[in-house]
């Protein structure tokens, strides 16, 4: 048994432990508000004029490589407007239909922004396979987080002359940990 | 608090329905107020703030119209949203909580860190906790990796799952930059 659960925790560690290093790193940088500087570029091009924003878009990633959710549509005048984002690159996109022209800001994230909006990408809702892809990785990093305490207590537990101090440790834990979620949930 | 950290990851995943999509009613009470005809909606927002004491463990409040575009006070906290409309009219400020769910909680629980400031000093203490347990986190994960390489990596399989993991984080990152 232990060393099923010892093999277990192993390759669970060892298979997720850098991607739950992108969370870790990345709470350290909200937590403490590292600043994050966008790198912001343009970029005009001409698609087929009469197009919709569904359309454009679709134009866009088929032709020109563009990737991710399209959102935040919207019609002003003699021009439509949308963004296609995904988490290390925003573009926000301005289409003429009549003419066809069209304008893009590309905003792109530094690899610590790049962690941040990973650690906040979640779900299988997205049009791009590669952002629902990351959200059955949280799924999957979620599930193995719980398993490596729960097969790391195991261990140590087995371990007989280290009981002691493990025990304080874990006991001093549980006791500061459950009284201040208890606190902050009834109050 | 690896506990927490994996239940928000869960409750995010599967989308538990937040404190407006919940069905739970908020519960409500009247407070009489009228406001000074003299005052600006920003120092209505702040006299209506000091009338309604701050709820427990909340943070700073946010002044703006709510959708009915009436003057709004509101105090978010771990366990949802206080909320004070002013219906000017009537003289009364509304009062309403919308208590969300544990599994909310904890998403909420796991995102309250020093950046918070809050005056609270369960808050507070719970940020520190936070702080301890991300710096935790971070030294689990290094010192997992370092044991498992030095004294298991003539396992197999354990190779393979560093190999795998490291190559769905640069698959991850390529694509989602």
Known sequence: ????????HLIL?????????????SAVQMAHGFAVKQHVSG????????????????????????????GNVESAGQEIRFSITRPGTAYAVTYHPAGGRIHIERRELPSMGLLNRLHHLNGFEHSNA???????????ISITLILLGATGVYMWFRIHNERRIGSILLAANLCVSIALLILLRTQ | ML??????????TFKAPDIMHSGIRPESRTIDFTAPESLSDKQVGER????????PHAGEHYVHPDDSNRLAVDWYTVNGLVRAAYFEQEHRVEIQTWRNSIWRFFDNVHATTMADRSPDPVVRAWTWYIELSIWSLIGMCL???????????????ARIAFAAGGAVLAISFLLER
């Open chain 1, 13 to 25: 560690g060892l298979s997720a432990s850098l991607i739950i290093l992108v969370y870790a790193v």
């Open chain 2, 3 to 12: 506990i927490v950290f994996g239940l928000a990851g869960l409750v995010v």
């Open chain 1, 1 to 8: 048994m232990y060393r099923l659960i010892g093999n277990t």
């Open chain 1, 130 to 140: 590669a952002m629902n892809a990351w959200g059955w990785i949280l799924a999957w």
């Open chain 1, 43 to 70: 970029e005009d091009l001409t698609l087929a004029p009469g197009l919709g924003a569904r359309s454009a878009a679709q134009q866009l990633m088929d032709e020109r490589g563009y990737r991710g959710d399209l």
């Open chain 2, 48 to 55: 209506i703030a000091s009338v309604v004491a701050r709820p």
């Open chain 2, 143 to 157: 010192s997992g990796i370092w044991l498992g390489v030095a004294s298991r990596w003539q396992f197999t399989w």
